[in-house]
């Protein structure tokens, strides 16, 4: 058996690992849906630099080499229909690893990340504004529910500033409505431990490293997204990282290289019922977020009824039948 370590012989092939082999068939699937995906990015963005950034974050990532090329290829034209890049620079988005049991095989994963999301809030036209906050435990912090809501938040200048304590997410509407969602460090902590990433490895868990405050701001600011009105493409990159916390293939890789290459946000593919349970439901909370704002439009309180467990609701709205709970999306008083 010829040694790896050693260059090849003169007329002998060199063996190619899998990693080899899988990044050769990953840049030649690229090659060649270069047109294709050019046809779903922005004016702004070019097709091979898109290429190139991708392929750059795989060379950081060898382990991308390894899973099937076309979940690959799936996340990278998915990437051109939302308009983002997997530059780890930007934070826009990221190519992740994911083992599929089921399948019995590796596959690259999609996650928007938390400038990803910010960008997407924006472009659906009605946010002036999208942002999430880590709070710490000598932060000077309040808040308070109900019909006169409030959100009282001053970090300190300097010293230490002690452990995380929770965060929070608030979305500004360009016709003056705001919202909130404050969540305590438990139940962010607990979302995290039911991620099947984050147990599967924690060590390596973004969760674990520099970007753990990040990661705490864009547990609630993952959810209020999902209340955002006319913003199926924010909904769709929620619904993504769903996927991926339960553990579920996300599907991107029932992509036709020859043809269009249609991947739509309201279509994911058809590879299980997750996908079409988090798509379907993911349609209703934006009816169900349109419908709530032409009942409430002028009230001082906007109640945006959660989907969690508990049936969450703001205290005194329409739709409650259970007082309110510690942690709920609310209104900031005034406009």
Same mark, same amino acid.
């Given at each position: ?9 003169? #007329? ?7 990693? =080899? ?12 849906? =270069? ?24 060379? *950081? ?12 290829? #799936? ?7 939302? #308009? ?114 984050? *147990? ?97 439009? #002028? ?37």
């Amino acid at each position: 058996m010829p040694d790896p370590k050693q260059p090849p012989k003169p #007329g002998e092939s060199k063996q190619l690992t899998v990693a =080899e082999q899988g990044r050769q068939t990953i840049k030649q699937l690229l090659a060649r849906s =270069e047109k294709q995906i050019q046809q779903r990015l922005p004016k702004h963005m070019t097709a091979d630099k898109m290429i190139a950034i991708a392929l750059t974050a795989a060379n *950081k990532t060898p382990k991308l080499y390894e899973c099937d090329p076309m979940t690959f290829l #799936g996340c990278v034209v998915q990437c051109a229909q939302l #308009g983002l890049t997997t530059d780890n620079v930007l934070g826009h988005a990221f190519l992740v690893p994911f083992r599929n049991s089921r399948a019995n095989r590796y596959e690259v994963q999609l996650i928007v990340g938390y400038k990803g999301m910010v960008q997407l809030a924006h472009r659906s036209g009605l946010v002036s504004s999208f942002s999430g906050v880590t709070v710490y435990k000598n932060d000077d912090f309040s808040m308070r529910l109900g019909s006169d809501p409030y959100l009282h938040h001053i970090p300190p200048y300097d010293g230490d500033p002690g452990e995380i304590r929770g965060a929070y997410a608030t979305v500004t509407f360009k016709n003056g409505e705001r919202q909130f969602l404050y969540m305590t460090r438990k139940q962010i902590e607990d979302i995290r431990d039911r991620s099947q990433s984050y *147990k599967s490895n924690p060590g390596s868990s973004p969760w674990s490293g520099p970007d753990k405050a990040e990661m705490f701001a864009k547990t609630p600011l993952r959810r209020l997204s999902k209340w955002i009105p006319n913003a199926p493409e924010l909904a769709y990159a929620a619904a993504l990282e769903d996927l991926h916390d339960a553990g579920e293939s996300q599907g991107l890789e029932g992509l036709d290289v020859e043809g269009a290459l249609d991947v739509a946000f309201t279509n994911l593919h058809s590879g299980g019922d997750a996908q079409e349970r988090v798509a379907d439901a993911s349609a209703k909370k934006q009816e169900e977020m349109k419908d709530q704002h032409r009942q409430h439009a #002028g009230k001082e309180a906007f109640c945006a009824c959660p989907d969690g467990p508990n049936g969450e609701h703001l205290e005194g709205c329409e739709h409650a039948d259970t007082p309110t709970p510690t942690t709920q999306r609310s209104m900031f008083p005034g406009t």
